[in-house]
């Protein structure tokens, strides 16, 4: 596609309930990142790959978040008993090449907003 | 905390004029970015000013670095209601992580 896909746009799920987010970065982009983003705030980096390979995952905030990209294309962000906490836009994006030098653009998907009730 | 801070949180302001935001970090400046958020969507990137850079225009926008500041400035001059927007500052922390204020809520009105 032309731009970064995310899906589902909406997510309802109960507290306790497992969900998954995923994100399709665009064709040949070579990293990929997840955001969370609280209402009001702005984005708070979760997680970088690059290609398949997880580089950072300093931002994921507790054992309960878990991200993957095992083809180095799609990825998925997996959330396990999910807390009200979580509530939030969570923002996908891709660049083109390797973070090597901070200079790079990232193009964002239009998020996926959970609420956890 | 390592988040930008920007000011003002909400700008409000009548077609045609100009808006002015404003955003400072903790940590050094490494190559800045603005982006804007349509309410309900994903973040649109508007321009990077690299670290050596003092000033830069694309279209409308106006951007100025002061690094010894640790300060950046946007600036939309001629103001449009589709301007309406939060505005987002984002600077990298090492190679990898973008680190964004907290944003600007610009609203125009007609």
């Known amino acids: 596609g032309a731009g970064v896909s995310q899906s589902p746009r909406y997510k309802v799920a109960k507290r306790g309930q497992d969900v998954a987010l995923r994100c399709d970065p665009i064709s040949g982009h070579v990293s990929l990142f997840w955001y969370q983003q609280a209402l009001g705030q702005g984005p708070e980096f979760l997680t970088y790959f690059q290609n398949e390979a997880q580089l950072d995952k300093s931002g994921l905030p507790s054992d309960r978040f878990f991200a993957e990209r095992p083809e180095g294309s799609v990825s998925t962000l997996k959330i396990q008993r999910t807390q009200q906490e979580d509530s939030a836009v969570y923002l996908c994006a891709s660049s083109s090449t390797r973070q090597v030098l901070a200079k790079n653009i990232q193009y964002f998907g239009a998020g996926t907003r959970l609420s956890v009730l | 905390s390592q988040q930008g801070e920007e000011d003002p949180q909400a700008l409000s302001i009548q077609e045609g004029e100009n808006a002015t935001m404003n955003c400072s970090y903790k940590?050094?400046?490494?190559?800045l970015q603005w982006y804007r958020q349509n309410s309900g969507r994903g973040l649109v990137h508007l321009i990077l000013i690299r670290s050596n850079e003092r000033e830069k225009h694309s279209g409308r926008l106006r951007v100025t670095l002061d690094t010894s500041k640790k300060s950046s400035s946007l600036l939309i001059t001629a103001s449009r209601a589709a301007d309406t927007a939060s505005y987002f500052c984002?600077?990298?922390?090492?190679?990898?992580?973008?680190?964004f204020g907290q944003g600007t809520r610009l609203t125009i009105n007609p």
């Open positions: 940590t050094s400046i490494n190559n």
């Open positions: 984002a600077n990298y922390q090492g190679a990898q992580k973008l680190v």
